[in-house]
């Protein structure tokens, strides 16, 4: 078997992030190497699991270095909404994430995208996903103002080995209080958050269920994909939907979702 010039420089890469895995700037190294092979115009690496917000190991500078508020929304909340969280909570797993195989069929009409995805993310994101022990999910994310090709998402899926390897690898080197803490039993989960910002705002009582529904619409779910998940009939979603929002006196999602955002600001 012949090795190719791309094989060559593809390989001694990877031996010299080897190398890099217990340095400051392994995140930027590793981001560099793949820009070479495929172009995106941001990246964040991030630790999901379900009792706590998710942990920022790393991400792409802003352009005039400051706080990106848009991003410090999706900490505080937001990612409840997101689809690659929505995804490593329901069927988690190590590989590869495609937006096109992880949103919902309304997620462009949600307010999660047109308030953030299409202003921060922009186009599209592919995400890698290391499933580690417990519910925890180390992930790397790219997202592109430009949606990624198929010759793209080919590349990615074929180097996804490495990648992966590297970010189980450097996992260890990872200085982060919520690493070394057990993990935690109460169910800080979605649902408590929801239930707390509406409780706090309008002080109504939702059901279990009617959270449930309140969650998934806001995610993009349409009545049909809400139904199959929680395994009820479509007319019962219907039900739900009606009895939240006359206990929340609104009228639509755009008015829910407000809920929520006024309630992590506060």
Known sequence: MTL???DIAWHRSVGQMID???????????????????????????????????????????EDGSPDQLFQDYLKGLYLFDPFYIASREQPHTGLYRLAEVAPEHFELTEYYQRYFRLNVVA??????????????????????????R?????LSLIQPWVLGLLRQRL???????????????????????????????????????????????????????ARKLEIS?????????HMYSKLGIKSQSELFSIFLQAQSA
């Not at 010759?151 to 590349?155: F, R, S, T």
């Not at 009582?205 to 969650?215: F, S, Y």
């Open 4 to 6: 190719s010039l791309e």
């Open 20 to 62: 890099a895995l217990d340095r400051p700037n392994f995140w930027t190294q590793l981001v560099r190497l793949l820009d070479q092979y495929v172009a995106f115009d941001s990246w964040v690496v991030l630790l999901f699991s379900s009792d706590q917000r998710p942990q920022v190991f790393a991400e792409s500078p802003a």
């Open 124 to 149: 599209d994101e592919i995400q890698f996903n290391c499933q580690l022990d417990g519910d925890r999910t180390l992930c790397l994310s790219l997202g592109s103002r430009q949606r990624f090709s």
């Open 151 to 155: 010759e793209q998402i080919a590349l």
């Open 172 to 226: 260890p080197y990872e200085i982060n209080e919520v690493l070394a803490a057990p993990q935690a039993t109460a169910h800080g989960d979605w649902r408590i958050q929801l239930e707390a910002s509406v409780q706090q705002l309008k002080g109504a009582q939702l059901t279990a269920r009617e959270l449930d529904v309140g969650r998934l619409m806001l995610s993009g779910c349409s009545s049909k994909e809400i």
């Open 234 to 242: 479509v007319e019962t979603v219907k039900v739900h939907k009606k």
